[in-house]
């Protein structure tokens, strides 16, 4: 894990928004005071973008806001490629990936967040395998590897995480992501079909609602900055 600085640190929940497919979303997603958005490069989801539109995407960002690209078992090369190709400031590692594959990731100088899953491998019991930038926990009970809309047991992940830089996601919403920072107390939210009219559309009013009710919500402790 990456050593923490005093930038490292911050005051309030950070805010990803998952499965931007169109520019002028990111750019309204930005607007609205998000600190990352994630590209899909997963075919088989309805979310998958390439890498011309990925690129335009993440030109567009102010500073502020971090591109993510989220991968599915990708090997290194490939994952290389679309950080170069498509300006990328971190990677999503969302399947099956070994230890190996992030070490290589954190040599290379990119920034690694870890998905581990309440309900199959790697699960909770896996995160000390890993030497990640940070970690995201979610259910990992749909067809799909993301978080299917499923809301889940978060508080099981709490506990579980000390030590760790924390991203929480899987079934949040505008109506619930208070709730959910208070059960777990994580450093960032990440949000997807909750803010969504269609998959891969965003509703802004649900994108400014669901930043409104994470930012003003406080953690019962010091809150580590993933996205910067």
């Not at 930038?7 to 309030?12: I, M």
């Not at 790697?122 to 995201?136: N, V």
Request: glycine share 8%.
């Amino acid at each position: 894990m990456e050593k923490d600085s005093p930038e490292s640190y911050g005051s309030r929940v950070q805010v990803k928004v998952c499965g931007l497919t169109r520019v002028d979303d990111a750019v309204a997603c930005a607007r609205a005071g998000v600190d990352a958005i994630g590209l899909v490069f997963y075919p088989p989801s309805s979310r998958f973008i390439d890498d011309t539109l990925a690129r335009e995407i993440s030109a567009c960002l102010p500073e502020s806001v971090c591109p993510v690209g989220v991968f599915v078992d990708e090997p290194l090369s490939v994952i290389m490629k679309r950080v170069e190709k498509c300006r990328l400031r971190a990677v999503q590692l969302h399947g099956f990936e070994p230890p190996y594959l992030v070490y290589e990731l954190l040599a290379a100088g990119v920034h690694v967040i870890k998905t581990f899953f309440a309900n199959r491998r790697p699960a909770f019991a896996d995160l000390s395998s890993y030497p990640m930038s940070a970690c995201l926990v979610e259910s990992g009970a749909g067809q799909q590897p993301g978080g299917n809309a499923l809301a889940w047991n978060w508080r099981s992940a709490k506990g579980k995480l000390e030590g760790r830089s924390i991203i929480l996601a899987g079934g949040l919403d505008p109506e619930n992501v208070t709730d959910a920072i208070n059960e777990v107390f994580p450093d960032a939210v990440d949000v997807s079909s909750g803010v969504e009219s269609a998959p891969g559309r965003k509703d802004m009013e649900k994108v400014r609602a669901f930043v409104e009710a994470a930012l003003k919500t406080k953690p019962g402790r010091k809150l580590r900055r993933i996205f910067q």
